[in-house]
């Protein structure tokens, strides 16, 4: 069974950095394009990042190019999103989705539950 | 970046009739050397993830009820619900695959009315 753990949110202060971090397991995690969305506060789902063809490619938003990095450790079954120099619009709960293959252009058919990240002095 | 816009924002139907949600994008989804459209409906309840519906516009995935279909191609899609049901109530959200970044539309809340 496909599962996707994230864990890392919290509450932290604008300019600040945290790390994300997704624990994947029923798949290998090296094998599916892997990826961050986000959801504000009311609002919709924002695609964040993504990780594909063997994390050869990586694509960011425009809004967070050189400020998240996103990741994985095979050994570890871990996804990440590290991020730097956070700002109030941020704040959301960032989900984890698994990819239905490889490559990129890959619709997203498990998600984890989320983890809330606060941005606030 | 691709736009993908949806309409209605908001919409309720009756128990048992039928709900359509259009989803416009700025630019063709359409890869025309595999005739695929790389457009995906995903279903969002409050308090779960989001739930992946179809992908290459009108297939669905596995365990999803018939009663949800896509047609369109190209830049414009709807999806419908052909006979709602309580469990129904969501936001749904198209996005493309196509390039990235791989943008979601706004979302739709559909209730009962």
């Known amino acids: 069974e496909v599962q996707l753990l994230e864990s890392g949110g919290d509450l932290i202060q604008p300019g600040g950095s945290l790390r994300l971090s997704c624990v994947a397991s029923?798949?290998?995690?090296?094998?599916?394009?892997m990826t961050w969305v986000r959801q504000a506060p009311g609002k919709g789902l924002e695609w964040v990042s993504g990780?594909?063809?063997?994390?050869?490619?990586?694509y960011y938003t425009e809004s967070v190019k050189g400020r998240f990095t996103i990741s994985r450790d095979r050994s570890k079954s871990t996804l990440y999103l590290q991020m730097n120099s956070v700002r109030a619009e941020d704040t959301a709960i960032y989900y984890c989705?698994?990819?239905?293959?490889?490559?990129?252009?890959?619709?997203?058919?498990?998600w984890g539950q989320g983890t809330l990240v606060t941005v606030s002095s | 970046d691709i736009v993908m816009t949806q309409s209605p924002d908001s919409l309720a139907v009756s128990l048992g009739e039928r709900a359509t949600i259009n989803c416009k994008s700025s630019?063709?989804?359409?890869?025309?050397?595999?005739?695929?459209?790389?457009l995906a409906w995903y279903q969002h309840k409050p308090g779960q993830p989001p739930k992946l519906l179809t992908y290459?516009?009108?297939t669905r995935e596995s365990g999803v009820p018939d009663r949800f279909s896509v047609s369109g191609s190209g830049t414009d899609f709807t999806l419908t619900i052909s006979s709602l049901q309580a469990e129904d109530v969501a936001v749904y959200y198209c996005?493309?695959?196509?390039?990235?970044?791989?943008?979601f539309g706004q979302g739709t809340k559909l209730e009962i009315k």
């Open positions: 290459w516009a009108s």
């Open positions: 996005q493309q695959y196509y390039t990235a970044p791989y943008t």
């Open positions: 029923g798949f290998l995690l090296g094998s599916y394009t």
């Open positions: 989705a698994k990819g239905r293959a490889a490559n990129c252009d890959s619709p997203l058919d498990y």
């Open positions: 630019r063709s989804v359409l890869y025309s050397p595999n005739n695929k459209n790389y």
């Open positions: 990780l594909c063809n063997g994390a050869d490619n990586t």
